[in-house]
Nanobody, 122 residues
Framework: QVQLVESGGGLVQAGGSLRLSCVASGRTLSAYIMGWFRQAPGKEREYVADISWSGGNTYYAASVKGRFTISRDNAKNTVYLQMDSLKPEDTAVYYC???????????????WGQGTQVTVSS
């Protein structure tokens, strides 16, 4: 079992930055591909980014590429999402997730955090 806890969300103006953190407990994070997803009100949960076991490979949704950066520190059992140049359409609850294979599909992730709210004002 893996427990994931996100933090770092909040209210920010458009153009600003936030850094989300996701701390894992119960099992070492290095055993999993880690991903970030988000869900806006009235919309389905969508893929944001994921990162390989060692952190050497990262992947992004087209909507955030060039603005968001995913990273991980396996020694700290933590994965991060640096969000820059934020836009109002980035407003959502952001979730981190852990899975054996990762990718863009929600079904590939076995463990999920409770989410952290990000609100971007215009």
């Amino acid at each position: 079992q893996v427990q994931l806890v996100e933090s770092g969300g909040g209210l920010v103006q458009a153009g600003g930055s936030l850094r989300l953190s996701c701390v894992a407990s119960g099992r070492t994070l290095s055993a999993y591909i880690m991903g970030w997803f988000r869900q806006a009100p009235g919309k389905e949960r969508e893929y944001v980014a994921d990162i390989s076991w060692s952190g050497g490979n990262t992947y992004y949704a087209a909507s955030v590429k060039g603005r968001f950066t995913i990273s991980r520190d396996n020694a700290k059992n933590t994965v991060y999402l640096q969000m820059d140049s934020l836009k109002p359409e980035d407003t959502a609850v952001y979730y981190c997730a852990a899975g054996a294979w990762g990718g863009r599909a929600i079904s590939e992730y076995r463990y999920w955090g409770q989410g952290t709210q990000v609100t971007v004002s215009s």
